[in-house]
């Protein structure tokens, strides 16, 4: 119908959360140590939750967040957000791979001149990746 055609449909979201993911490479300084080590980013599961409609062509402010990773995956947080009231919330886990291994997440991070250490992963990535584990099993 031409009300739901007004809409941002459902796969923009992801389209504008790779987007993102892509910008945030290339500002943290990730992309060039990806494409010097010929690493295949690789999103391994997503999960989007829709709050408010966004109308095409609607102005709208994302954010995107590095919220933390483990041995082998990197979780991201994308906030989809319109006059400061949320209106989706996107969480990625993407991983790196080289001829077909997976490259720590750590290793990626040093070479591109970060030392630290990965803050404790939020609740809501914890649970998520419980319940990955069980779609795995």
């Given at each position: 119908t031409e009300a739901e055609g007004s809409l941002l449909n459902n796969a923009r979201y992801f389209t504008f959360t790779e987007v993102a993911r892509m910008d945030l490479?290339?500002?943290s300084g990730i992309a060039k140590i990806v494409l010097q080590e010929?690493?295949?980013p690789l999103v391994g599961s997503q999960m989007i939750r829709y709050i408010k409609p966004i109308k095409r062509f609607q102005k709208f402010q994302m954010t995107t967040r590095l919220c933390g990773w483990d041995s082998k995956w990197y979780y991201l947080?994308?906030?989809?957000?319109?006059?400061?009231?949320l209106m989706?919330?996107?969480?990625?886990?993407?991983?790196?791979?080289?001829n077909g291994h997976t490259i720590l997440p750590?290793?990626?991070?040093s070479k591109a001149g970060f030392k630290i250490s990965s803050p404790a992963?939020?609740?809501v990535i914890q649970k998520w990746q419980e319940a990955d584990a069980l779609l795995t099993t």
């Open positions: 490479m290339l500002r010929k690493i295949l947080e994308h906030r989809f957000e319109r006059n400061g009231k989706a919330q996107a969480y990625v886990k993407v991983c790196g791979l080289k750590e290793e990626v991070l992963l939020p609740a």
